[in-house]
């Protein structure tokens, strides 16, 4: 199915169409709404709550290419993939690409032949990237995962910070930055380093009444405490074991696989081919585990991952339920 088939509908017609889905949760019509007039959005939603149906819907109905600035390249290429298969127009530029396929992605683009185009803060940053959007019809950016651009997220990807040359360079074209995670401070820190005082604040909270917690003192045995909770509570189930070193991740791979489990590492220290195996392996097969540093599954739309767990305390409260909230997409 080709979306040119669907040309002058209106969001609803493009959600049930396209998506297939019968109609919009919480507040998504009305920031989709505020996007196609033009104004600017700041979206806070829980994780699975739908973030990204608020571009990419205006995406299909607004003249033009819609950037989307998005930090992991796992996630580029799963939401790529997915859109593609709806019959979408999407692309990505990012280190993955060769020159040639680069190049091609930047021609299509100018030539006004893509609906939404992903790339990294990195890139978009490039002088040269700037230039080509200068060439481009461009009908919206998205700033996905924008509580990166706070005190405690920027140490992660700084070039977020220099994201309100957006603003100034691109005056008209309205702008929507979306999160799962932003308290009073961090929401006040994004409108302020993105230049967004006039966006309208679309507040679903991030309370998620599907997910329990619990916490564990660490009694030595980390790695049996893990296996017991696993075969006990969720044998045969999908989930992510959080590491912080890559060396550990490696460890705990091999040894719940030496114990019978379907069990992965995920890392930066890996090789591009064999991290994006394993992503393919976690999304496509049953009761699989990965473990991984906490680079891994940040957008990453597997609906039933049931369980996640931390052997490390992550660096933040921030950073924790973000993590967390990998789990049970499907509510």
């Not at 967004?196 to 917690?213: E, H, K, M, S, T």
């Not at 906490?294 to 990453?300: E, L, P, T």
Request: charged share 20%; with cysteine.
């Amino acid at each position: 199915m080709s979306v040119n088939l669907v040309a002058n509908q209106t969001p609803i017609q493009i959600l049930q169409i396209v998506f297939g889905y019968e109609s919009f949760r919480n507040q998504q019509a009305a920031v989709i709404e505020q996007i196609l007039s033009g104004g600017d959005a700041l979206v806070l939603m829980p994780t699975g709550g739908g973030k990204s149906l608020c571009f990419q819907v205006p995406a299909l109905i607004l003249d033009g290419t819609a950037i989307v600035i998005s930090p992991l390249i796992a996630l580029m290429q799963d939401q790529v993939m997915a859109l593609r298969q709806f019959g979408i127009k999407a692309a990505f530029i990012n280190s993955s690409l060769n020159a040639d396929e680069v190049s091609e992605v930047e021609n299509r683009l100018i030539n006004g032949e893509l609906d939404l185009l992903y790339v990294a803060p990195e890139r978009l940053m490039m002088p040269r990237m700037l230039a080509l959007l200068d060439q481009a019809k461009i009908s919206l950016f998205a700033i996905d995962e924008a509580h990166c651009v706070s005190q405690w997220g920027h140490d992660f990807r700084p070039e977020y910070i220099q994201l309100s040359v957006l603003h100034e360079r691109f005056p008209s074209v309205p702008r929507i930055a979306l999160t799962a995670t932003a308290d009073e401070t961090t929401r006040a820190e994004i409108i302020q380093r993105l230049a967004l005082d006039q966006a309208q604040v679309f507040n679903d909270g991030f309370d998620r009444p599907n997910i329990q917690y619990r916490i564990n003192e660490n009694q030595g045995n980390a790695r049996d405490q893990l296996l017991r909770f696993i075969l006990n509570e969720h044998e045969g189930d999908t989930g992510i074991v959080y590491c912080l070193s890559r060396k550990r991740v490696d460890q705990i791979a091999q040894w719940l696989e030496g114990k019978g489990l379907k069990a992965l590492a995920y890392h930066a220290g890996m090789s591009n081919d064999v991290r994006q195996h394993h992503q393919e392996r976690f999304l496509r097969e049953e009761g699989v585990i990965i473990v991984a540093t906490i680079a891994f599954g940040m957008g990453i739309d597997k609906p039933d991952v049931r369980f996640v767990a931390h052997l490390n305390l992550p660096k933040s409260i921030e950073g924790y339920y973000q993590e967390t909230g990998r789990a049970g997409r499907d509510g």
